[in-house]
């Protein structure tokens, strides 16, 4: 089965972010780390990643079309984006939010998540393993 992995805004730039909060993967190893455990796990992971919000949208709308389940990390756009929220809304098929670093932990700005409540579920904290965390959830949310 397909996911659609989808990372919002400065993701792609891990190198250069702070590696206390978010460790020391680059972002194609975050994909390579992604694409393993998703063949580990019998799904085949499509891993995207934008810094454009109309982009992301288009994903999720695409996503919607082909009943295709997703795993995002909306980045910055989690807390402030009802665009990106009403997109992940059209998605029937399982859709869980991740996170490397754990939002409610920092500061307060970050404690806010639009796209929690049409999520069936979040997982942060726990570095690029949040979304292996997440597509174990997916595969028991599918099987
Ligand atoms: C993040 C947390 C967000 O608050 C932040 O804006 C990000 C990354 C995470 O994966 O920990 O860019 O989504």
Redesign the pocket.
Known sequence: MKVLVIN????ARLDIRDSA??GDMSYPQLIAHIESAAKTHGFTADVRQSDDEATIISWLHEAADGSIPVII????F??YSYAIRDAAELVKAPLIE????N?LA?EEF?HTSVISGVANGTI?GFGPNSYVLALIALKALTS
């Open positions: 919002g805004p400065n993701l909060i978010y990390n909306p980045a910055a989690t807390h991740v996170h490397l670093s939002p920092r970050r942060g």
